[in-house]
Nanobody, 122 residues
Framework: QVQLVESGGGLVQAGGSLRLSCTASGRAFSNNAMGWVRQAPGKERVFVAA????????YYVPSVKGRFTISRDNSKNTVYLQMNSLKPGHTAVYYCAAGSADSEYVPPVTYWGQGTQLTVSS
């Protein structure tokens, strides 16, 4: 059974940093594009960042460019989201997302994690 498990969320003060991790199990994800999606209360899900299988192609929503960095370690089946200079507006549930095998981009999303809460206090 394929699972994406996020970790690293929590409560942080504005201006602080946090790193989210997403580890896949059930099969290797080295050939899958992966990404992070956030959903703030009462709002739709928004793709925050994405990375292709090799890590050479990256996408960031403009609002997080320069603050967030997505990376992956295929040997650990893990994708990361380093978040710096956090603001209260970044408060949301962050979901890990993966495309299908041999996908170059996400979306479309084939696999979802259960989400991890990030709360940024002012």
């Amino acid at each position: 059974q394929v699972q994406l498990v996020e970790s690293g969320g929590g409560l942080v003060q504005a201006g602080g940093s946090l790193r989210l991790s997403c580890t896949a199990s059930g099969r290797a994800f080295s050939n899958n594009a992966m990404g992070w999606v956030r959903q703030a209360p009462g709002k739709e899900r928004v793709f925050v960042a994405a990375i292709n299988w090799s890590g050479e192609s990256l996408y960031y929503v403009p609002s997080v460019k320069g603050r967030f960095t997505i990376s992956r370690d295929n040997s650990k089946n893990t994708v990361y989201l380093q978040m710096n200079s956090l603001k209260p507006g970044h408060t949301a549930v962050y979901y890990c997302a993966a495309g299908s095998a041999d996908s170059e981009y996400v979306p479309p999303v084939t696999y979802w994690g259960q989400g991890t809460q990030l709360t940024v206090s002012s």
